[in-house]
Every structure is written in C-alpha cells, then in structure tokens.
C-alpha cells in the first residue's frame, strides 16, 4: 500500500521491509508483531481522517481520528487516539498511554 507520508520519508510501501525496520527501530519490543496489509479494494477498511505528531519535551504525542467500514452496507465506527511514546534508550520510544478520546473502535 502507498501513502505519501511513508513516501516523503523514503520508506517505500507501508508493512514493507524499510518501513517495518524504520518501525522495529523506534518501538522495539512495543512495534506490532504483524502489519495488516488491507487492499484499497478489501471491503472492510480503515482510513486515518487526522494525524498530527507532536513533540512534549522528550515525549513524542501521535494523535489521530478514523474511520472505519465494513463495507456498503456494514457498520462504520469512528474515533480518536491519543497515544504518548517515551523514550526507551538512546535511539527508541516506548509506548507510555494510549487513550481513545472519542468515540470507540469496531469490536
């Protein structure tokens, strides 16, 4: 899949092998043990409305909102994250908290 957020970064397809590394490096033991690779043509899917990276001091806070649908005439569920990262060694993150700000994931 391509975004052009990984683009701009160089780190070629999402779940791919630079992308999965640039991930592993930052988050270690706390990065997902599996990449979902749904195609644009699958019929549930999730999409990020917003996304915004903020910096506190020596935390790093991702906050985004999405939606999600199973299909033409399935559910669509909506909500927002916020998830706070702290440092973990020299060169990594952690994951801190993580907190759905409004209102809730698909089951």
Same mark, same amino acid.
């Given at each position: 899949?391509? +975004?052009?957020? =990984? $683009?701009?970064?160089?780190? @070629?397809?999402? +779940?791919?092998?630079?992308?999965?590394? &640039? *991930? %592993? @490096?930052? %988050?270690? $033991?706390?990065? /997902?043990?599996? +990449?979902?690779?749904?195609?644009? =043509?699958?019929?549930?899917?999730?999409?990020?409305?917003? %996304?915004?990276?903020?910096?506190?001091? $020596?935390?790093?806070?991702?906050?985004?909102?999405?939606?999600? =649908?199973?299909?033409?005439?399935? /559910? =669509?569920?909506?909500?927002?994250?916020? *998830?706070? &990262?702290? /440092?973990?060694?020299?060169?990594?993150?952690?994951?801190?908290?993580?907190?759905?700000?409004?209102?809730?994931?698909?089951?």
């Amino acid at each position: 899949m391509r +975004c052009e957020l =990984t $683009d701009a970064l160089g780190l @070629g397809e999402q +779940c791919g092998a630079k992308h999965r590394a &640039f *991930i %592993l @490096g930052w %988050l270690g $033991d706390d990065a /997902p043990s599996r +990449c979902a690779q749904i195609p644009t =043509t699958a019929f549930s899917q999730s999409a990020f409305d917003e %996304l915004r990276l903020e910096r506190d001091g $020596d935390r790093v806070v991702v906050d985004y909102a999405v939606v999600h =649908t199973a299909g033409p005439t399935g /559910p =669509t569920h909506s909500w927002s994250e916020t *998830i706070r &990262f702290a /440092p973990r060694g020299a060169q990594g993150l952690r994951i801190e908290s993580r907190r759905v700000t409004k209102g809730k994931p698909p089951p």
